[in-house]
């Protein structure tokens, strides 16, 4: 079961799917961020209702709260609740992966690309210890990464940008092409 079905589009859920249909790597972050802060909240919809969704217009909430209900419910029973991503998600992780391996092939720029990128790749992939191996998490994950940081309002170390901005131009890449291939 896709997490979009069944239900009516709330303003986080409409953020999430339109991300999914025009920017593939964007809506891998947002799905990861959305995980982090069912995380933060202990899984605690209650509080979660108090602090996000009744912020939200009166007329989204309930459809919120279904929708943030269900991904903490699918999170849990995949065994979530202290770190990994929910399999839909990482099934749009192996799927990119593949249109990458198809690129590496067939698609000159994305070669330069990937090869402006691969040094960081390896870097951050020698830095998991072995636990990351697919290159295209390898660039989610620093991006991700960087993102946290900033979220948190930590100083960002200028040595580390010119990786985010590698992955983040191999990500636009492939999620142009992943919009191509989906249209």
């Known amino acids: 079961m896709h997490i979009f079905e069944d239900h009516f589009l709330t ?18 972050i947002h799905m990861y961020q959305t995980e982090d802060l069912l995380r933060a909240y202990h899984f605690d919809i209650e509080d979660l209702r108090k602090n996000v969704i009744d912020h939200l217009p009166a007329e989204d909430r309930q459809a ?15 065994g979530l609740e202290k770190g990994g991503h929910l399999a ?53 994950n620093g991006v991700y990464g960087y993102l946290l940081l900033k979220l948190n309002g930590k100083t960002i170390d200028q040595e580390i940008m010119p ?12 999620s142009f092409r992943w919009r191509e291939r989906e249209h």
């Open 11 to 28: 303003p986080a859920m409409l953020v999430a799917d339109r991300k999914r249909k025009e920017n593939i790597a964007e809506y891998i």
């Open 64 to 78: 919120a709260l279904q929708w943030y209900s269900d991904l903490a419910r699918h999170m849990q029973e995949q």
């Open 88 to 140: 839909e998600t990482q099934e749009q992780v192996k799927k990119l992966y593949g249109l990458h391996e198809q690129l590496l092939k067939s698609d000159q720029q994305y070669r330069q690309t990937y090869s402006k990128t691969a040094v960081h790749i390896r870097n951050s992939m020698d830095a998991s210890g072995g636990t990351i191996t697919n290159p295209v998490q390898a660039a989610l």
């Open 163 to 174: 990786a985010v901005n590698a992955f983040g131009d191999l990500l636009s890449y492939l």
